[in-house]
């Protein structure tokens, strides 16, 4: 089993919309959990840590649920600009090693 | 406070020849890590290392890959003799010292052709 999977899209949705991202990791003793965002051809870049009780930056709401194991991103009022491929990364435990997952394109139409 | 910096950005190999990647952490950094993606596919994590210590190399294949990060100066994947196969995106990645949501800086990645 992948340490982090990650339904791979791709998502088309309109302007405006609401779409949300589910990541399901395989070690429960992880301890950090993030989600980057990588544009084509780009590296990735840090989007937002997931904490424990859930955080909110602007239009994005992230979800942690050690019991099941996953992790969400939900991304209001999408804009054309959020167009992307979303990585959801997890350590190892509580160490400092990485898991990315495969990343969920998503495409905002107009 | 420069980010992570690699070079070169783009290399041009022979099959056969020798690809050496460079990657300087983060000031302050001392964990690295390396990555490679293929087109239209996603990150695999290959390597992390500590100064002088590679602590996780899982993903690293057996043979012609070899990295390191020494005392001084920046870390090297190494890649010889290489086949078009390895034709893809290396990023490098650093963090600082361990610890809860001690999250990942990249950088813009060297991409390597081999003809």
């Known amino acids: 089993r992948k340490e982090v999977e990650q339904d791979p899209g791709p998502f088309n949705v309109p302007e405006g919309a609401t779409v949300a991202f589910n990541c399901t990791y395989s070690?429960?003793?992880?301890?950090?959990f993030f989600w980057y965002r990588q544009d084509c051809r780009k590296e990735p870049k840090l989007l937002m840590s997931?904490?424990?009780s859930g955080n909110e930056d602007g239009r994005f709401t992230a979800q942690l649920n050690r019991a099941s194991q996953y992790i969400s991103l939900l991304i209001r009022d999408s804009k054309l600009s959020d167009s992307a491929t979303y990585l959801c990364?997890?350590?190892?435990?509580?160490?400092?090693?990485?898991?990315f997952g495969t990343g969920t394109s998503l495409t905002v139409i107009p | 406070n420069a980010g992570v910096m690699q070079n070169p950005r783009h290399l041009v190999r022979r099959r056969g020849q020798e690809a050496r990647l460079r990657c300087s952490p983060m000031?302050?950094?001392?964990?690295v890590y390396w990555y490679r993606q293929l087109p239209e596919e996603g990150l695999k994590f290959m390597v992390y290392?500590?100064?002088?210590?590679?602590?996780?190399e899982s993903g690293m294949p057996k043979e012609r890959f070899s990295a390191e990060f020494p005392k001084e100066g920046p870390s090297i994947l190494r890649i010889q003799q290489v086949v078009r196969g390895d034709s893809a995106a290396y990023f490098c990645?650093?963090?600082?010292?361990?610890?809860?949501?001690?999250?990942?800086?990249f950088g813009q990645g060297t991409r390597l052709t081999v003809v």
């Open positions: 000031k302050g950094h001392s964990h």
């Open positions: 070690n429960s003793a992880s301890q950090s």
């Open positions: 990364v997890v350590n190892k435990d509580t160490g400092n090693q990485f898991y």
């Open positions: 290392l500590q100064k002088e210590n590679i602590i996780d």
């Open positions: 997931v904490y424990s």
């Open positions: 990645a650093s963090s600082g010292t361990e610890g809860l949501n001690t999250e990942a800086f």
